[in-house]
C-alpha cells in the first residue's frame, strides 16, 4: 500500500499563517504574531525590485526593507486593532538585526508579555480570594484572559520555527529613536512569507 505523500513544506506554511490570522489576542496582555505570505504583500514594483536583486545579498536586504514597510502599512494594519502601534511602527526606522540579535528581540517581546500576564493573574487571583472570603464569588465575571491566546511557547515555536520551517529569514527591529529605544518588536521576512512579533 503506497502512502499517501504528507503537506508541502508551502501547504504547512499556508496552514500556519491562516492559523495565525484568524486567533485574535489579548489587547494589551500577551505577545502579538501576524504573519502573511509573501504574495499577499509584493506589489508589481516589489516583485520586479525582488527578481532583479537575484542573489545579490545586499540588494536582497534592500529589497526585504521595502518588503517590511509594505507589510506595516497595508497587511499589519488591515488585519490588526486600531491600538495596535501601526503608527509607531510606519514611523519606526527598521534595521536589520544578525547573530544573536534576532533571538534577544524575540526574547524581550516574550519575557514583556509573560510579566503582563503573571500581573493579571495575581490581581484575578487576588479579586478571587476577596469574592470568595465576602461570599459574593458568584458576582465575579470571567477571567480577563480566557479565551484569548496568551500561548507565548507556542507563539516562540511558530515565530522561531514554524512559519519558516528550516530556512533563516532576515530579521528586522525598530531603531531607537529622540525618545530613546523602542518597545519590542521584530519582523521576519523570507522569500515565502512576512511575520511580525510584537509586545503591544
Not at 504547512?12 to 499577499?40: F, M, N, T
Not at 502601534?85 to 544578525?98: T, Y
Not at 519558516?164 to 532576515?170: I, L
Request: aromatic share 8%; glycine share 8%; hydrophobic share 45%.
Amino acid at each position: 500500500m503506497q502512502r499517501e505523500p504528507g503537506p508541502t513544506r508551502q501547504a504547512r506554511q499556508a496552514a500556519l499563517v491562516e492559523h495565525i490570522c484568524e486567533l485574535w489576542y489579548p489587547r494589551h496582555d500577551g505577545a502579538w504574531l501576524k504573519a502573511a505570505l509573501l504574495d499577499e504583500v509584493l506589489d508589481a514594483s516589489l516583485r520586479e525590485a525582488l527578481a532583479a536583486a537575484g542573489s545579490d545579498p545586499q540588494a536582497r536586504l534592500a529589497v526585504h526593507r521595502q518588503i517590511v514597510q509594505a507589510f506595516i502599512a497595508v497587511f499589519f494594519r488591515d488585519n490588526t486593532s486600531e491600538d495596535s502601534r501601526w503608527g509607531d511602527f510606519m514611523d519606526a526606522s527598521w534595521e536589520p538585526r544578525v547573530g544573536d540579535e534576532p533571538q534577544r528581540c524575540i526574547d524581550a517581546v516574550l519575557a514583556g508579555a509573560a510579566e503582563r500576564i503573571a500581573e493579571i493573574e495575581d490581581e484575578e487571583a487576588a479579586a478571587r480570594a476577596a469574592a470568595e472570603a465576602g461570599g459574593y464569588l458568584h458576582a465575579l465575571g470571567q477571567p480577563a484572559l480566557a479565551g484569548l491566546m496568551i500561548d507565548l511557547p507556542a507563539l516562540r515555536e511558530w515565530f522561531t520555527h514554524g512559519l519558516w520551517e528550516g530556512v533563516e529569514p532576515t530579521w528586522w527591529a525598530p531603531a531607537p529613536d529622540e525618545y530613546g529605544p523602542p518597545e519590542p518588536a521584530i519582523v521576519g521576512v523570507s522569500d515565502e512569507l512576512v511575520a511580525i512579533l510584537w509586545l503591544p
